[in-house]
């Protein structure tokens, strides 16, 4: 069974604070990391072929730097690393990575693709099932665990907003899990060393055949237009005095509001 | 449209780097660099002082959709076991403001359900529901779903078309997308007509949640965007509208997953905190899972729920269920005690919304304060307590 993680290296979000007196975002020694659901999805496929034997493949696309995140994979078990890294796919919006990654493992040719449900920085949970649209195959989002699988199928449950449910689907298929389905492994030293010397394949856009049209910003339906800080709230009152002030200032507000 | 350096004009001066958001922009050999992280998002554009950073012609123009034959507002009356899900009202609230600013008809899409629930979502503003009453609708397939609503897009040509940012919602509405080649954007907290070219401006937290982004999907058809339950208010209730109900068949569509059992594992809890009018939500600040027993103390006399902010779960203080934010639940009480919580935008698209916000915090500077409609600055274990006292005495309630 060939399986392939698709995963992105972010930056990790929890660090990034805002300067309080420009409003702007500080970047100053915010680290990256391998976006938190895809280590899930790691350790998923390296579940899988522990189970039912196999091959995992780890892929990215970004820029060059993306490397060590597809290093760190490699680490904790995967087979294989492939980065898609091209000028042309800069400003790539979920359609156009999702077309990109579909080209890459088209050619990778897969039975099982796994995702995190979505990256901490965009945030959109759309790359995943773009990505199985493009392959024409069917996909599970929010995979909490994977019940059975076989060579040509597989039963999973999928998070719901009030349970779950229990799906079955024929493989090949691509499922986007949660961080309940796994405690993604850390790496042993041996994977270390190994990652260290493995040579991880570079694709660009001639490597997976696509048009110009159809990938990195050209191909992106989206724009973003402007970017700007969330502005203070109109009407904000800060209550001032002591603690006891405060307090009674708050009910006097709250009684003028009719909210008390 | 792209951005790029033009490096005879670039005097090196760096003024540039920290104005991106992306960390795009490098120095390279003395010059600013444009990198691969870069989304065009302009802001570097207005501020080099040479003017050396130009937006040039180029993007998506050709495979452009030809913008001027979609016309329509759609959304995605979502509903699961015969019950419409409540986000389809709130769609259809903000889906009758955006189309009568373009001063066009706006459609539900109901896949399963009763006739009834279509007659209901015309009373909530809908000028025609297209219904599909198949078992295939019974349980949640992706692709039944992707199949039709793609196939009606293609023959009605709606200009905008929106979902609720649900399970369901943001598992299918990326398929459909992809198919029809054109955008798609998650979890909106804000959508608009842009007045000058008709198009749908779209507002949503980008960067983990840090900064807020306007995207725009100018040159392809349908618009589309996704929101969350409980940011859009529902529009008015109509007993006596009229609309269209177009039945639409979904035969023939066989979905490659099945679903084998369905199983509720309802929290009582979580629902409390979506439906409760007052909501006391506990941040890092409260120092220690104690601080929880005081903050339901005061929750309880006010009749509301308890809430909690990322880093109180994540110290185990207090179960997941609890959490408002991006990656929790998103709430709308009227109002919402955040009590030494700093306010990491993470944690206030989850409750941004809500009537009037108090604020109870250490730090003057937390960004809590900038959503607050109400700020005190001090020792939540101070103010609570003589909070709890006031209203008590307020009420009348014996110590």
């Known amino acids: ?260 | 449209m792209p951005v790029v350096v033009d490096s005879e004009r670039c005097k090196g001066c760096e003024e540039c780097l920290s104005s991106c958001p992306f960390d795009a922009l490098v120095m390279r050999e003395g010059k600013a660099h444009i990198n691969e992280y870069c989304q065009a998002c302009v802001a570097c554009v207005s501020v080099c002082p040479e003017g050396a950073i130009i937006e040039i012609e180029g993007g998506a123009e050709e495979a452009a959709h030809d913008v001027r034959r979609y016309k329509g507002v759609w959304i995605f009356a979502e509903q699961r076991e015969g019950k419409v899900a409540s986000v389809a009202f709130e769609l259809l609230g903000i889906g009758r403001k955006l189309a009568d600013d373009l001063a066009t008809s706006l459609s539900a899409l109901l896949f399963g359900a009763s006739e009834k629930e279509a007659e209901e979502l015309i009373k909530w503003g809908a000028d025609r529901v297209f219904h599909a009453a198949h078992p295939v609708f019974e349980h949640f397939h992706d692709e039944p779903y992707v199949h039709l609503l793609s196939s009606l897009v293609k023959e009605h040509r709606p200009e905008i078309l929106l979902a609720g940012a649900t399970p369901i919602g943001r598992s299918f509405f990326p398929r459909v997308a992809a198919r029809l080649r054109t955008g798609l954007t998650a979890d909106c907290t804000s959508l608009a007509i842009d007045a000058e070219t008709g198009n749908l401006l779209q507002i949503r937290p980008a960067f983990g949640g840090n900064i807020m982004a306007t995207i725009l999907c100018p040159r392809h058809r349908p618009q589309m965007a996704t929101v969350r339950p409980r940011v859009m208010k529902r529009g008015a209730y109509d007993e006596g509208r009229r609309g269209e109900i177009v039945a639409v068949s979904a035969d023939g569509i066989q979905p490659r997953t099945k679903v084998l059992q369905s199983v509720k594992e309802v929290s009582e809890c979580m629902v409390n905190l979506q439906e409760a009018e007052i909501i006391v939500s506990g941040g890092r600040g409260l120092g220690d899972p104690k601080g929880f027993a005081l903050l339901q103390e005061l929750a309880g006399l006010l009749g509301g729920a308890v809430g909690s902010s990322r880093a109180a779960v994540d110290a185990g203080w207090i179960p997941y269920r609890h959490q408002v934010g991006q990656t929790g639940k998103t709430v709308c009480p009227k109002i919402y005690i955040a009590c030494g919580i700093s306010g990491a935008v993470q944690h206030l698209v989850g409750m941004q919304s809500s009537d009037v916000i108090i604020a109870i915090n250490k730090n003057p500077d937390a960004p809590i304060f900038n959503v607050a409609t109400y700020g005190l600055v001090g020792d939540l274990y101070e103010i609570v307590p003589l909070l709890i006292r006031k209203i008590k005495e307020h009420r009348g309630i014996a110590q």
Not at chain 1, 112 to 120: D, E, M, R, V, W
Not at chain 1, 145 to 164: F, H, K, P
Request: proline letters at 6%.
């Open chain 1, 1 to 260: 069974m060939t399986i392939v993680v698709c995963i992105k290296q972010v930056p990790d979000t929890a660090e990034v604070r805002i300067n309080p007196e420009t409003g702007t975002l500080v970047r100053e020694g915010v680290p990256s990391i391998i976006n938190p659901f895809d280590m899930h999805a790691i350790e998923a496929g390296l579940q899988v072929k522990e189970r039912i034997g196999g091959t995992v493949i780890v892929i990215t696309m970004g820029p060059p730097q993306a490397e060590s995140a597809l290093r760190e994979a490699l680490s904790m078990g995967a087979d294989d690393a492939i980065l898609l890294s091209d000028r042309a796919f800069a400003g790539s919006d979920t359609w156009a990575t999702s077309f990109t990654l579909a080209k890459a493992i088209r050619k990778i040719g897969a039975d099982l693709i796994l995702c995190g449900k979505q990256a901490i920085d965009g945030d959109t949970a759309q790359v995943g099932p773009e990505t199985a649209e493009f392959l024409d195959i069917p996909h599970v989002s929010y995979v909490r665990r994977i019940e059975e699988i076989t060579a040509t199928s597989i039963r999973v449950q999928r998070l719901m907003e009030d349970g779950y449910d229990v799906v079955e689907s024929s493989l090949p298929a691509l499922l986007t899990v949660v961080k309940e389905l796994n405690e993604p492994r850390l790496p042993s030293l041996r994977g270390k060393m190994a990652a260290k010397k493995a040579v991880i394949k570079k694709w660009g856009m001639a490597d997976i055949s696509a048009d110009e049209r159809d990938v990195g910003l050209k191909g992106s339906p989206t724009q973003v237009k402007n970017i700007f800080t969330p502005e203070a709230r109109p009407g904000r009152k800060m209550l001032e005095g002591s603690p006891e002030e405060q307090v009674l200032a708050l009910l006097g507000e709250l009684r003028r509001i009719e909210c008390l």
